[in-house]
C-alpha cells in the first residue's frame, strides 16, 4: 500500500491472495473488467477507485442557450 495513497475502503475488503478473502464480485465489477482489466485489477488489489464521471455542465449549458433562443418563439 502506498504511503501517499489512503484508500477509504477497509483493507480487508481488496483480494488477498494470502490471506481470507472478503472479496465482492459484482455485475459491475466484471463489466469493469471487460472494460479495462488494468482499472479492476487497481480498484480490487489496490483499492484504488476509478474517478468519478464529468457532470453534464457542457451538456446542461447547450440545453440552457437553446430554450433562450427559442424562448421568443414558443
Not at 479492476?40 to 437553446?66: E, I, K, M, Q, W
Request: net charge positive; charged share 25%.
Amino acid at each position: 500500500m502506498s504511503q501517499y495513497y489512503k484508500s477509504n475502503r477497509n483493507p480487508k475488503w481488496n483480494f488477498n491472495p494470502n490471506g481470507k478473502n472478503n472479496f465482492k464480485l459484482s455485475r459491475s465489477k466484471i463489466d469493469l473488467f471487460l472494460q479495462c482489466p488494468r482499472c479492476f485489477y487497481l480498484d480490487n488489489r489496490l483499492g484504488v477507485a476509478r474517478p468519478p464521471g464529468y457532470p453534464f455542465t457542457l451538456n446542461s449549458a447547450v440545453d440552457h442557450l437553446l430554450k433562450k433562443e427559442f424562448d421568443p418563439v414558443r
